[in-house]
């Protein structure tokens, strides 16, 4: 009974372990939104106080009519509104932010309630985590609308971020397509946070700027951008800034290398999965999907050497006196589950009485005889039931366990 309870006994901790982005990233969110209400803020707290001294001083002085330092006041208070607006728009986006983590805190809560794998609400709970995965998969591959639409209809709008991969789509989209304008526009817009992943995105887009000017022949913009843009990062990347130097010598149908590879249409997707590894850095997300994380550690902790022996069951090897329920071993996941590595085992089990066959290969001697009489053997003689292989049960020989 103390060994059942302890199979089906629920640790939270561990379910946890891939929950990490559904609160990483609300907290990404506020942290960007409150950066963007104190620039503001700061913005204000600099200007407002210099047009007001300003108007004051030609006040004192008297060297402008009245309607010049009325115009100063309407400055002051149209930036003064100006501001409102934008902490308003702060605050309705920091409210919904925090609706989101409350959401997400209280699913994850849940699982400290239920009492066992085998309770009717993990079940219910293990649901809604399938349909976030699934959600979130569909966001990553493109598919916006049915990602909406799943979404909404299992009532997990605050469980999902719709917002944050649609924006990224579109940025992404606009890449592939041959412009960089939506693209550095996020990285304005973001230029604070992307100062721990080291500019990379925004040195590549200024780069493929450049490239492209070279490419229409604007040469005097080509280097005034070169200089205004490409220049500063010289320390970081000191090879990319030569070689976009010496573009200028080479026309874009040039077969000579690296300027052949610059003028080459695949930088677009190149720079378009350097966006989305930058963007999903940004905001604390996996780049692979957490469905494909999920079902891996899934494959990994079922897979054992036998699912991908050389000796199948039954059902694809005539010799094989086993058969296999194993879901490794089934066509659909045996392939998928390949590359993924074993899972680790603190404890082994062995069948009790093992022997050893002349092919290296071991059981537990009770049940090799149940199968070596199942298929009819003459007297003395065993079968592997893996591979088929028929021995004298005189070569078969007791294992000790050390």
């Known amino acids: 009974m103390a060994e059942e309870f302890t199979t089906t006994k629920l640790n939270p901790d561990s379910h946890l372990l891939l ?33 007001l001294t300003s108007s004051f001083k030609t006040v004192d002085r008297n060297s402008s009519p009245v309607s010049d330092s009325l115009a100063s006041i309407d400055s002051v208070l149209s ?19 925090q609706a989101q983590n409350r959401r997400r805190i209280e699913h994850l809560g849940e699982l400290y309630k239920i009492q066992g794998l085998t309770d009717v609400k993990y079940e219910e709970w293990s649901r809604v985590r399938l349909n976030r995965l699934l959600v979130d998969y569909l966001l990553r591959m493109g598919y916006v609308e049915s990602a909406k639409a799943l979404a909404k209809e299992k009532g997990i709008e605050e469980l999902v971020d719709v917002d944050v991969f649609v924006q990224a789509h579109r940025v992404e989209e606009s890449l592939r397509r041959g412009s960089t304008v939506e693209a550095l526009a996020w990285c304005r817009e973001h230029a604070v946070l992307m100062k721990k992943t080291g500019g990379a995105l925004d040195f590549e887009l200024r780069l493929q ?19 205004r843009h490409l220049g500063p990062h010289m320390d970081a990347y000191p090879k990319e800034v030569y070689q976009a ?13 690296p300027y052949r590879t610059m003028y080459s249409q695949a930088r677009w997707d190149k720079l378009a999965v350097l966006f989305v590894n930058t963007h999903h850095e940004l905001f604390s997300l996996p780049m692979q999907p957490l469905l494909h994380i999920a079902l891996s550690a899934g494959l990994s902790a079922l897979k054992t050497p036998s699912c991908h022996s050389v000796y199948a069951s039954s059902s694809s090897n005539a010799r094989s ?39 290296g290969r071991i059981y537990g001697r009770e049940r090799l005889m149940q199968m070596t009489a199942k298929v009819g053997l003459e007297a003395g003689h065993v079968k592997d039931p893996t591979t088929g292989e028929v021995f004298e049960e005189s070569k078969v020989k007791k294992v000790f366990i050390s």
């Open 19 to 51: 929950e990490q982005p559904l609160l990483r990233l609300p907290y990404e969110l506020s942290r960007k939104n409150f950066k963007a209400a104190q620039r503001a803020i700061e913005h204000e707290r600099k200007e407002i106080p210099a047009i």
């Open 79 to 97: 930036r003064l509104h100006g501001l409102k607006r934008k902490l308003e728009v702060a605050r309705e986006e920091e409210a919904k932010i």
């Open 209 to 227: 700027q450049y490239i492209e000017l070279r490419r229409v022949g604007r040469l005097v913009e080509a280097k005034v951008h070169a200089q």
């Open 245 to 257: 130097t010496g573009l200028m010598a080479y026309p874009p149908n040039t077969l000579a290398e």
């Open 321 to 359: 006196s086993t058969t296999t329920v194993c879901p490794i071993c089934s066509t659909e996941l045996n392939e998928l589950a390949r590359g993924v590595p074993y899972a680790h085992h603190s404890k082994s089990f062995v069948e009790n009485d093992p022997v050893v066959l002349p092919n």
